[in-house]
Each structure stands twice: as structure tokens, then as C-alpha cells.
């Protein structure tokens, strides 16, 4: 999985892929305190002051990442050198991206000290998208592109009014609920991911209810769901506004679907379904290896979390349903911006990464789910398993789920958002603090944040 950190208040790790954007805080505090933020600098410098050739003649592309995307791992880079003899790629990695990205604002910003390929995460692709377009190639311009590749949506999250893509989609996070057969079994409820899917089918108010008949039959000694930030992020991910409208204009504390995810979230916390827990902490981790819960939202490289976490004998308790509603968590861009060394070459690199085909290759070993539909027929995808979720046919389950994703409005500060009704809102009512006042909290942090 990738683990590149996501900043939604969420982490991806990895053993197998994410994720997490793609990584657990201590080990993050404690590379932050040996060199992250000197990583960061270099992010810009190195591509803006460095020679764009090798020792050996050959082009050096620079490619200024966040946290693993895997290309390395993947073995995509060997293999573009091989098919380029010509071509040398070096990537920069800053762990997380809320150390990543403020640097690549600053150098967007002056329009120096980029590299030839800079990656964009999608909670701040509107910002980019609104503010900094002019920096950016046009990708859709590129030869090879060609839009009807990606999802609607995603192409659509990298483009700009008028008709310029920033960015080329990498992958998707199409949610699912991934859940412990043995617990639910123990717990009187139905255990086939067909059959499990039908309990809350159409409806996230059914997935809580189903927690209440979870929690009835299961004891103290485990909750039903991992975390309410976790339930928040995945009722979110399935609304078309959420935090800004189509306008621009910020409108979550008016947006009656985030009021209501909010509150359905807090009713979670209060019947004791949820965890009082935040996502991607030490803490968190450990209650994946004590089987501590028994569902969370689970795009494709919560797989790799969950892999990275769990004991060894919990391999194929788990199991993959089809979630109440489809949502999107997750997913970031690669753009090429005007000012590289090597900008036309750069154009051919990030074509090539993002195509299908690398795309379905970057899957099957990373765990990054493509964002090209192309990619969902392919042998990498239709075949793809998970150790610990068994024979479960988790490639042709996020394929479809995919593919239902509505198109979502993101602002510029959807991460601040989401973070404050987190972090600072529903994680309250797991420590005795009413929803209103969890909510009023929240605001309180977010308006602050936003100098409202």
C-alpha cells in the first residue's frame, strides 16, 4: 500500500501499498525532527539550481513527491529508463503532505525552485486549480492524453474553467467497508459481504442501526467501527457539496448534509458504536492489531493499513462490502510546471505514469487504485487479492464502486475543514461533550482557521 500521508486527517501506510498518500506519527515526528523539513526545501531547490543532466549525459527528470506513491517500488521507473535509455529519473520525497505542500505553494508562488514533475494531492488541487494554473502545463494538450481516459470526475478536479488540466489523475479512493467476519459472526449478524452489504444498502442511517444490533450481541470488548472521523470522512465522501459550493462560496455550516452526517456521527459516538479514537495514531494502530472493531471505511489502500496493523493470524478474517452510498477518499495529480528544466520531457514521463496500463501495474503491487476505468478489465485488477481479506474480489468491488463516484465540489480548504470537524468536533462526543457542543466547537476552530 502507498503510504503517503493524506491530509484529511489521514495516513496511509503501508505494507502493500498506501497508502496512505500515501507513516505513523512517531515514526513521522520522528523523521520531521532529523531532516522532513530540510526535505522539504529541498523539494524546490534541488529542481530549480540543479544540472538537468547526469554525469553520463542522460536527461535527469526531477519529480518532487510526497510521502510513497510507489513508481519506484513499482519498478515504473526502471522500466521507462529501459524503454528511454536516454532518461534518468530522480524523485524527491517529503513524507507528509502538510510539509510538502506549503513549500510547493511558496514555489509556485515565486515560480522558482520547481521540479521538472511536482505531484498534487486532492485536497489542495482546487487551490492550484484556482490560483496557480498559470504555472502548470496544459496536460490536456499533451500527446497520448486523451480525457475520456479518466473518470469523469477526476479529470474534472485537475481542470479549470476555461478548459486547462493542471494535472494528470494518479489514483482514486472508491470507498468500501472493509469488516471482521469472525466478529460479526460472534455478534448474530450475517457474514457473506453480499449479504452484509444488503444491511445498510443505500443509506449510512442503516450502517449505524446495524452497529446497534452489532453492539447488542457483541460485548464490551469490541466497538463496531474504528473511529468517528472515519464515519464522518466516509459520509462525506458520498455527498456532491459538502464544504464549498459550485460557486466557491463556503457553506458546511449551512450545508444540511454536512449537519447531518455530523450529528448521524455523533449518534454513533453516543450509543458507544464508535471508538474514541483518531485515525492513523499509534493509539488507532494498536486497535487494529487487538481486533478492537469490526468495520471501517476502506478505500483500497486502507487495505494496506489494515495489513501493516494487523497480527498475522488475522489474514482472511476480513472480508470487502459494497458501502452504503459510493464516496471518493483519497487521490492526487502529477503536473508539469512551465518553469522545469525539462518540461516536454516531463510531459512524456507523467503521460506514460498515469496511463492504464502503469496505472493497473501500480495496483497490483502498491495497492493505488487507478483512476483510468481502462485499467478495471485488466488481469491486475480483475484479479486482485488481499491477503487478508482472502478470495474477496476486491478489484471488480472498488471498479464499481468507482465508477458510481459523483463529481464533488472541493474548495481550497477542504482539509482545514474536514480536520476541524474531526479532530476538534465528532472525536468529542467520545469523550462526553454533547453534539452541539461538539459542533459548535468545531466551527468555532474551523472559522478561526479560515478568519471568518
Known amino acids: 500500500m502507498r503510504a503517503r500521508t493524506l491530509p484529511l486527517s489521514r495516513q496511509r501506510s503501508g505494507g502493500g501499498k498506501p497508502i ?4 505513523l506519527a512517531v515514526a513521522a515526528a520522528v523523521a520531521l525532527s532529523t531532516g522532513l523539513l530540510a526535505g522539504c526545501a529541498d523539494d524546490g531547490s534541488d529542481g530549480g539550481s540543479g544540472s538537468s543532466s ?3 549525459g542522460k536527461t535527469k527528470i526531477t519529480m518532487g513527491l510526497f510521502g510513497t506513491f510507489g513508481y519506484e517500488e513499482a519498478g515504473l521507473y526502471a522500466e521507462y529508463e529501459k524503454l528511454n535509455p536516454d532518461i534518468k529519473i530522480e524523485q524527491t520525497v517529503v513524507e507528509r503532505n502538510e510539509n510538502y505542500y506549503p513549500a510547493l505553494l511558496n514555489h509556485l508562488t515565486t515560480n522558482s525552485g520547481l521540479m521538472d514533475v511536482q505531484a498534487i494531492e486532492i485536497a489542495n488541487i482546487a487551490e492550484v486549480v484556482g490560483t496557480q494554473a498559470d504555472k502548470f502545463v496544459d496536460m490536456s494538450k499533451v500527446e497520448g492524453v486523451d480525457k475520456k481516459n479518466w473518470l469523469d470526475w477526476k479529470w474534472a478536479q485537475a481542470t479549470t ?4 488540466t493542471v494535472g494528470l489523475g494518479t489514483d482514486v479512493g472508491p470507498m468500501a467497508i472493509c469488516y471482521r467476519k469472525d466478529l460479526f459472526e460472534k455478534a448474530g449478524l450475517p457474514t457473506d459481504r453480499a449479504e452484509v452489504g444488503k444491511l445498510w444498502a443505500g443509506d449510512w442511517n442503516k450502517f449505524v442501526e446495524t452497529g446497534e444490533k452489532y453492539k447488542k450481541k457483541a460485548g464490551k470488548d469490541t466497538f463496531f467501527m474504528d473511529s468517528p472521523g472515519g464515519l464522518l470522512n466516509a459520509v462525506l465522501s ?4 459538502k464544504f464549498y459550493d459550485a460557486s466557491g462560496e463556503v457553506i458546511y455550516k449551512t450545508n444540511p448534509a454536512v449537519k447531518a452526517a455530523f450529528d448521524l456521527t455523533a449518534e454513533a459516538a453516543e450509543k458507544g458504536l464508535v471508538q474514541s479514537q483518531t ?3 499509534p493509539a488507532w494502530d494498536t486497535t487494529i492489531a487487538n481486533s478492537k472493531f469490526a ?6 489502500w486502507m487495505l494496506g493499513t489494515i495489513k501493516a496493523k494487523a497480527k498475522p493470524e488475522d489474514a482472511g478474517k476480513w472480508d470487502v462490502a459494497v458501502a452504503p452510498k459510493s464516496g471518493n477518499w483519497g487521490g492526487s495529480f502529477l503536473g508539469v510546471p512551465k518553469s522545469g528544466k525539462n518540461v516536454e520531457e516531463a510531459q512524456k514521463l507523467v503521460a506514460w505514469l498515469t496511463a492504464p496500463e502503469q496505472q493497473a501495474k501500480l495496483f497490483k503491487v502498491q495497492g493505488s487504485f487507478p483512476s483510468t476505468p481502462g485499467a478495471y478489465d485488466s488481469p491486475e485488477v480483475t484479479g486482485a487479492k488481499n491477503e487478508m481479506t482472502g478470495d474477496s474480489p476486491i478489484g471488480e468491488i472498488f471498479s464499481a464502486a468507482a465508477k458510481q463516484i459523483p463529481t464533488q465540489v472541493i474548495g481550497p480548504k477542504d482539509q482545514i475543514i474536514q480536520q476541524g470537524l474531526t479532530d476538534n468536533g465528532v472525536i468529542l462526543v467520545t469523550k462526553g461533550k454533547s453534539a452541539k457542543e461538539a459542533w459548535e466547537t468545531a466551527t468555532k476552530t474551523i472559522d478561526n482557521s479560515l478568519d471568518k
Open 238 to 241: 458520498s455527498e456532491k457539496e
Open 54 to 56: 547526469d554525469d553520463e
Open 20 to 23: 496512505a498518500r500515501k507513516a
Open 161 to 164: 474553467k476555461d478548459g486547462q
Open 279 to 281: 485515525q492513523f495514531q
Open 295 to 300: 468495520t471501517v471505511a476502506c478505500p483500497p
